[in-house]
């Protein structure tokens, strides 16, 4: 059963930090591309316009989207399975619900998100 469980979201005042993790198993994560998207609150889903994130299954190449760049850092521990997102500078505008996705031949896997909310 693959299972993506996000956590580490809150409410954090414009400025401060967020570290995101996103745990997962039954697929073989070691091989999987990660990405981090989020989805503003009232807002569709465009996942193009949300993507913030992306690690290759090596970790050997990050991309990010410009809006985060220089403030996030995303990151992998293949032994824990598991793909962080560090948040730092964190702006009114980052809120939202942070979702991981593996990506695996065929297919995509979900986690079910965590809330950032960045307000004073």
């Known amino acids: 059963q693959v299972q993506l469980v996000e956590s580490g979201g809150g409410l954090v005042q414009p400025g401060g930090s967020l570290t995101l993790s996103c745990a997962t198993s039954?697929?073989?994560?070691?091989?999987?591309?990660m990405t981090w998207f989020r989805q503003a609150p009232g807002k569709e889903r465009d996942w193009e316009r949300d993507w913030v994130a992306t690690i290759t299954a090596a970790g050997d190449t990050k991309a990010y989207a410009d809006s985060v760049k220089g403030r996030f850092t995303i990151s992998r521990d293949n032994a824990k399975n598991t793909v962080y997102l560090q948040m730092n500078s964190l702006k009114p505008e980052d809120t939202a619900v942070y979702y991981c996705?593996?990506?695996?031949?065929?297919?995509?896997?979900w986690g079910q998100g965590t809330p950032v909310t960045v307000s004073s």
């Open positions: 039954g697929f073989s994560f070691s091989s999987s591309a």
């Open positions: 996705r593996a990506r695996v031949p065929g297919n995509y896997y």
